[in-house]
Protein backbone atom coordinates (compact mmCIF):
# COMPACT_ATOMS: atom_id res chain seq x y z
CA UNK A 1 0.00 0.00 0.00
CA UNK A 2 2.97 2.23 0.27
CA UNK A 3 5.12 3.55 -2.24
CA UNK A 4 8.77 2.81 -2.46
CA UNK A 5 9.90 5.73 -4.28
CA UNK A 6 11.16 9.06 -1.78
CA UNK A 7 8.79 11.38 -1.11
CA UNK A 8 10.20 15.33 -1.54
CA UNK A 9 11.81 15.09 1.43
CA UNK A 10 13.48 12.05 0.72
CA UNK A 11 11.30 9.73 2.94
CA UNK A 12 10.26 6.30 1.55
CA UNK A 13 6.81 5.41 2.72
CA UNK A 14 7.24 1.81 2.42
CA UNK A 15 10.40 1.42 4.35
CA UNK A 16 8.84 4.21 7.51
CA UNK A 17 5.77 2.19 7.87
CA UNK A 18 7.59 -1.03 7.58
CA UNK A 19 9.93 0.42 10.49
CA UNK A 20 6.44 1.83 12.39
CA UNK A 21 4.67 -1.39 12.19
CA UNK A 22 7.82 -3.44 13.52
CA UNK A 23 7.87 -1.11 16.59
CA UNK A 24 4.55 -1.22 17.55
CA UNK A 25 4.55 -4.97 17.26
CA UNK A 26 7.51 -5.70 19.38
CA UNK A 27 5.49 -2.87 21.35
CA UNK A 28 2.25 -5.20 22.11
CA UNK A 29 4.56 -7.63 22.50
CA UNK A 30 6.19 -6.83 24.94
CA UNK A 31 4.17 -4.44 26.48
CA UNK A 32 3.72 -3.61 30.24
CA UNK A 33 1.95 -1.19 32.64
CA UNK A 34 5.49 1.34 32.89
CA UNK A 35 6.17 1.11 28.70
CA UNK A 36 6.55 4.68 27.50
CA UNK A 37 3.50 6.01 25.70
CA UNK A 38 3.01 6.50 22.14
CA UNK A 39 2.53 9.55 19.53
CA UNK A 40 1.15 8.22 16.13
CA UNK A 41 0.70 11.18 13.82
CA UNK A 42 0.83 11.94 9.94
CA UNK A 43 -2.01 12.46 6.94
CA UNK A 44 -5.65 10.63 7.04
CA UNK A 45 -5.45 6.78 5.96
CA UNK A 46 -2.15 5.79 7.05
CA UNK A 47 -2.81 3.09 9.72
CA UNK A 48 -2.96 5.02 12.83
CA UNK A 49 -5.77 3.82 14.21
CA UNK A 50 -5.50 0.29 12.92
CA UNK A 51 -2.30 0.04 14.26
CA UNK A 52 -3.33 1.20 17.75
CA UNK A 53 -6.54 -1.25 17.43
CA UNK A 54 -3.97 -3.96 16.93
CA UNK A 55 -2.00 -3.25 19.81
CA UNK A 56 -5.05 -3.05 22.08
CA UNK A 57 -6.48 -6.23 20.76
CA UNK A 58 -2.77 -7.68 21.72
CA UNK A 59 -2.64 -6.22 24.91
CA UNK A 60 -6.12 -7.62 25.93
CA UNK A 61 -5.43 -10.90 25.34
CA UNK A 62 -2.74 -10.54 27.76
CA UNK A 63 -5.28 -9.64 30.19
CA UNK A 64 -5.06 -5.90 30.41
CA UNK A 65 -7.29 -3.39 30.75
CA UNK A 66 -7.29 -1.32 27.60
CA UNK A 67 -9.65 1.93 27.15
CA UNK A 68 -10.32 3.51 23.48
CA UNK A 69 -11.75 6.84 22.67
CA UNK A 70 -12.07 8.84 19.79
CA UNK A 71 -11.38 12.59 20.66
CA UNK A 72 -14.36 14.22 19.29
CA UNK A 73 -16.62 11.47 20.64
CA UNK A 74 -14.59 11.53 24.29
CA UNK A 75 -14.99 15.33 24.45
CA UNK A 76 -18.24 15.45 23.08
CA UNK A 77 -19.71 13.41 25.90
CA UNK A 78 -17.85 15.17 28.51
CA UNK A 79 -19.15 18.69 27.63
CA UNK A 80 -22.40 17.07 27.66
CA UNK A 81 -21.94 15.30 31.08
CA UNK A 82 -19.78 18.36 32.92
CA UNK A 83 -21.11 17.90 35.97
CA UNK A 84 -20.70 14.06 36.36
CA UNK A 85 -17.58 13.48 34.21
CA UNK A 86 -15.68 11.65 37.36
CA UNK A 87 -16.69 8.11 36.42
CA UNK A 88 -14.99 8.19 32.96
CA UNK A 89 -11.99 9.87 33.92
CA UNK A 90 -11.08 7.84 36.79
CA UNK A 91 -11.61 5.08 34.06
CA UNK A 92 -8.98 6.58 32.18
CA UNK A 93 -7.02 7.49 34.42
CA UNK A 94 -7.04 3.82 36.09
CA UNK A 95 -7.22 1.71 32.54
CA UNK A 96 -3.55 0.17 31.85
CA UNK A 97 -3.35 1.39 28.86
CA UNK A 98 -5.82 4.13 27.32
CA UNK A 99 -6.19 5.02 23.79
CA UNK A 100 -6.68 8.42 22.48
CA UNK A 101 -7.71 8.70 18.72
CA UNK A 102 -7.61 11.40 16.31
CA UNK A 103 -6.66 14.25 18.43
CA UNK A 104 -7.35 17.60 16.46
CA UNK A 105 -11.02 16.29 15.80
CA UNK A 106 -13.15 17.68 18.48
CA UNK A 107 -14.27 20.85 19.31
CA UNK A 108 -12.34 21.88 22.45
CA UNK A 109 -13.43 24.67 25.15
CA UNK A 110 -11.29 26.05 28.27
CA UNK A 111 -13.25 23.25 30.07
CA UNK A 112 -11.93 20.53 27.64
CA UNK A 113 -8.26 21.88 27.37
CA UNK A 114 -8.41 21.08 30.86
CA UNK A 115 -9.84 18.26 31.00
CA UNK A 116 -7.14 17.31 28.41
CA UNK A 117 -4.17 18.49 30.18
CA UNK A 118 -5.12 16.52 33.34
CA UNK A 119 -5.48 13.54 31.49
CA UNK A 120 -2.42 13.25 29.58
CA UNK A 121 -0.39 14.99 32.77
CA UNK A 122 -1.75 12.28 34.66
CA UNK A 123 -1.34 9.83 33.40
CA UNK A 124 2.17 10.83 32.18
CA UNK A 125 3.20 11.31 35.87
CA UNK A 126 1.72 8.16 36.78
CA UNK A 127 3.95 6.67 34.23
CA UNK A 128 0.63 4.90 32.44
CA UNK A 129 0.88 4.17 29.22
CA UNK A 130 -1.18 5.72 26.25
CA UNK A 131 -1.32 5.81 22.56
CA UNK A 132 -2.48 9.38 21.11
CA UNK A 133 -3.15 9.50 16.95
CA UNK A 134 -3.43 12.54 15.28
CA UNK A 135 -3.95 13.97 11.65
CA UNK A 136 -2.13 16.98 12.81
CA UNK A 137 0.99 16.89 10.85
CA UNK A 138 3.84 18.97 12.67
CA UNK A 139 4.29 20.41 15.97
CA UNK A 140 3.05 24.03 14.85
CA UNK A 141 0.10 22.50 14.00
CA UNK A 142 -0.41 21.01 17.61
CA UNK A 143 0.84 24.84 19.41
CA UNK A 144 -2.26 26.13 17.30
CA UNK A 145 -4.60 23.75 18.46
CA UNK A 146 -3.47 23.24 21.49
CA UNK A 147 -1.63 25.27 24.49
CA UNK A 148 2.19 24.61 24.83
CA UNK A 149 1.75 22.75 27.70
CA UNK A 150 -0.36 20.30 26.47
CA UNK A 151 2.01 19.76 23.32
CA UNK A 152 5.06 20.11 25.47
CA UNK A 153 3.98 17.17 27.98
CA UNK A 154 1.98 15.15 25.18
CA UNK A 155 5.64 15.37 22.66
CA UNK A 156 8.12 14.98 25.63
CA UNK A 157 6.75 12.22 27.37
CA UNK A 158 6.07 9.54 24.30
CA UNK A 159 7.88 8.06 21.41
CA UNK A 160 7.09 9.73 18.20
CA UNK A 161 6.17 7.73 15.05
CA UNK A 162 5.62 10.06 12.03
CA UNK A 163 3.60 8.02 9.48
CA UNK A 164 4.60 8.85 5.74
CA UNK A 165 2.97 8.06 2.27
CA UNK A 166 -0.94 8.71 0.95
CA UNK A 167 -4.12 7.54 1.84
CA UNK A 168 -4.33 3.96 1.87
CA UNK A 169 -8.16 3.10 1.91
CA UNK A 170 -8.89 4.08 -1.89
CA UNK A 171 -6.21 0.80 -2.36
CA UNK A 172 -8.66 -1.42 -0.01
Known amino acids: YYSDKPDAN ?3 ARDRMASIYRYCKDFAEN ?3 DVKSLFMYGASGLGKTHLSCAIADECLKK ?30 MSCDLFIL ?5 EYLTFYGQ ?5 IINTRMINGSPCIYTSNLT ?13 TSRLMGSCDTLVFAGSDVRPRL
Open 10 to 12: GIV
Open 31 to 33: FSK
Open 63 to 92: GFVVMYASSQSLFEQIEQNKHNVHGILNDI
Open 101 to 105: DDLGT
Open 114 to 118: SILYN
Open 138 to 150: SEKDFLKKYREKI
